[in-house]
């Protein structure tokens, strides 16, 4: 079955460095990756997506690698703020039945330091 | 703000006692998604509705939890007998209909609601 998980539950960085956030998938045959962000008491917002006929997408600040061989992808965020804190999650919507729930990772918080 | 909206925003209840929580979706979208999230934990898909019709429900949506959305605009749902098990934040989320939305899989998430059984 599907299965979206990630190795680090917690990331600390300072101010100003960049954050790679790490995710591994089981199921050789996904194809289609979304970032979500959330913050304390809100819900998830979207970052970005990546299909797997692309290895990279950038974004403002924001950069998705997929790697298919290792079934692995990371979202890395350029220049990070204060902002940027939050719980980070990679999701896979079902792409084979018409409900295309999402299946959401564990998550990786992000802690920025001053 | 035409976000997705959820009301209300935290509940606390004694165990044994029904609640119900209420999602407004965007506007144009026709299909809506409950899921529940765990501390610690990503969203788990509860439900879901294409306008009025719920479509397909997960096995973690145990016979005391109904949902509905009976003009096919707002949804509400209810836990009835709660347990402490319930606790949980409860998102809704919102997206285009799959005529409009092809290959994209984009879902808006509303800002949840917190349950808090005691």
């Known amino acids: 079955g599907e299965s979206v998980g990630l190795h680090l539950p917690t990331l600390s960085v300072q101010e100003g460095d960049n954050s790679i956030i790490n995710c591994a998938y089981s199921?050789?045959?996904?194809?289609?990756f979304i970032w979500y962000k959330q913050e304390s008491g809100k819900g998830p917002q979207f970052i970005i997506d990546i299909r797997s006929n692309m290895d990279k997408r950038q974004g403002q600040r924001v950069t998705v690698l997929l790697n298919k061989t290792v079934k692995h992808l990371s979202l890395q965020i350029a220049a990070t703020q204060p902002g940027d804190s939050a719980v980070y999650f990679c999701a896979e919507p079902e792409m084979d039945t018409g409900r295309r729930a999402l299946t959401f990772g564990s998550g990786t918080r992000l802690q920025v330091q001053p | 703000d035409t976000g997705v909206s959820q009301d209300p925003r935290h509940k606390i209840t004694k165990r044994g006692q029904n609640v119900t929580f209420r999602c407004d979706p965007i506007?144009?979208?026709?299909?809506l998604y409950w899921y529940r999230q765990t501390l610690g934990q990503g969203p788990e898909f509860l439900t879901y509705f294409q306008n009025e019709a719920q479509l397909e429900k997960s096995r973690l949506l145990s016979d005391r939890f109904s949902a509905e959305r009976p003009k096919g605009s707002f949804s509400t749902l209810e836990i009835q007998r709660t347990e402490q098990g319930d606790s949980a934040m409860y998102l809704c989320?919102?997206?285009?209909?799959?005529?409009?939305?092809?290959?994209?899989?984009?879902?808006?998430f509303g800002p949840g609601t917190r349950l808090t059984v005691t």
């Open positions: 506007s144009e979208h026709n299909r």
């Open positions: 989320a919102s997206s285009f209909p799959l005529t409009l939305a092809g290959e994209n899989y984009e879902q808006y």
């Open positions: 199921n050789s045959a996904s194809d289609y």
